[in-house]
């Protein structure tokens, strides 16, 4: 029971894929990227202030790859954007139309 555990445990940390922002000077606001191996085109993005408080949070149904310049150039402007509103967005779909992302 014990190695069952211990084997389904390693699983789930292997299936879960993130990616997050690693920015060369602290910034009040950063970005995470998640996604599992098993639906690679539902991606979470997670938007964080300062104090790793969650501030606003986006599924996308697309493909985002972060390891392309303009996705993260993209998700560092949507930061910058929610740092000068300080305040909670409504807009539901911030990161889809700044991405063109195909759904």
């Avoid at 602290?26 to 202030?49: C, H, L, M």
């Avoid at 790859?65 to 909670?88: G, M």
């Amino acid at each position: 029971m014990k190695k069952l555990m211990i084997t389904l445990t390693a699983i789930a940390i292997y299936a879960t894929n993130t990616y997050a922002q690693t920015p060369s000077v602290p910034q009040p606001v950063s970005w995470v990227v998640e996604s599992t191996v098993y639906q690679p085109k539902i991606n979470t993005v997670k938007f964080y202030d300062n104090k790793s408080q969650l501030i606003y949070q986006e599924t996308i149904y697309g493909k985002l790859d972060v390891k392309k310049k303009y996705v993260r150039e993209a998700l560092n402007l949507a930061c910058e954007k929610l740092y000068a509103q300080r305040s909670d967005i409504k807009n539901a779909n911030l990161l889809g139309l700044a991405l063109s992302i195909k759904q």
